[in-house]
């Protein structure tokens, strides 16, 4: 049970038919999961109104309910009149939870391509330097050593707080989370005590949600926004926006690049199939890294991951040792290895630069062909899908263009509007909705120096066609398609 006015304490609140005193079991922004004695507070979301679902709450019991605007309701309700209920939803959800960030060091991760694989490399070099991480994020989130299953990239406030008390009651030190755009703008983490922040890149995504570039920009930059000054906040020097978020933060700053000078740079940056090594140059000297990792987009993600790690201590020779052992982040350029001649990779690229990124690193690694099979995700970012088409007709050798997660879009609309991308006159392609059969044409007459790219759903094992949601594994169905042909 807490007390309003300590679940309450230096927010700007005012009280109807409650005392200070009174007690609550808990809060939600959910009338269908509200209990007996909790508050129900009134969020008006992306999807749905809260003040819409008032009388449902309070017949489940809800003792009060929190508003940000006056509204007529039974007047024996308790009432919290708040300034607004989206900020202040995630500090109850802190409070109730007895503010857990405040023990843990919470290092937060955001960027358009890029956070789940930077979270890993931290994860893996904090565990190097015996430290007890726990992880949140788009593929897992960890609990020391147990693994539950994702719902969000960024969870809710409830579940978020719960989380880290949970993590911190079973002796997590530190917590890495991917912080997306949409968990900044609708102020999930607001409130969160975050010791460091990473901005991995900044290009176009979600564009159906954010609408505008600069939006997308500004929700990202919220995180940072946030950070105290004992805090430190890692950016990347090569990204357009580096500018633009350096100004946002009073945080300790530090920087990493290849381009550009740097406090962490990567330099002699040598590339293969079976991975890379660079010299990084730090603050401290410099280091020779190798990393069974490809492509120069993992190189950046190395950077970001050792340049936090630095900041708390971590030697350069644990993060060297840390990030050269095989750390298989699932679907982020996931090699497949079935006992074929020819390569294939899994990636979650579903953007059009993550596509480019990809195919232009594996591009100069081909003696062969590379083939690239993917789609586009229904009832999202429409804008991204000629440009996906055009990036891969100019790079690749071979397209197969199939559904991702069409949604309730008509599979075959998308793959018009990816269609209409490709470069004049490239005729090596074809369309194949069902993407095993995409996948299995794809391995056809293929040679030992060929390349197969499946983009866009990488560690995902599901599809969403219309509103059915089917279990459908890329990894699954390569060894599927691959055990058949043997």
Known sequence: MKKIKDLFNGIDYKLVNLRPDSEVK????????IKNGEIFVAINGPEH????????????????VCLDKPKDIAKSTGVILVKDTLKTFPILASRIFDDPSKSLRVIGITGTNGKTTVSYLIYEILKAASMTPSLLGTVTYKIKDKTLKSPNTTPGPLLLH????????????????EVSSHALKQARVFGVDFKAAVLTNVTGDHLDYHKTMEDYAK???????????????????DDKFYDYFKKSTKAKMLDYGIENKADFRAANIKSDINGSSFLMETPAGAVRIKTPLLGRHNIYNILAAGAVCFTEGISLDTISRAVGSSILVPGRLEGVNAGQSFKIFIDYAHTHDALETILSELRPLSKGSLVAVFGCGGDRDRTKRPKMGRIASEIADEVILTNDNPRTESPEAILDEIESGLKKGFKKYKRIPDRFRAIEESFKNRDKNDIVIIGGKGHEDYQIIGKETIPFSDRDAVEKILKQSR
């Open 219 to 237: 929700s990202k930059r919220i995180l940072f926004e946030s950070l105290g000054k004992d805090s430190v906040a890692a950016l990347n020097k």
């Open 162 to 177: 719960s989380l880290l008390r949970r993590m911190k009651n079973e002796g997590s030190d530190y917590v890495i989370m």
């Open 26 to 33: 808990g809060i939600s922004a959910d009338s269908r999961a």
């Open 49 to 64: 109104n809260g003040y819409d679902y008032i009388e449902d709450a309070l017949r489940k019991g809800a003792a009060a």
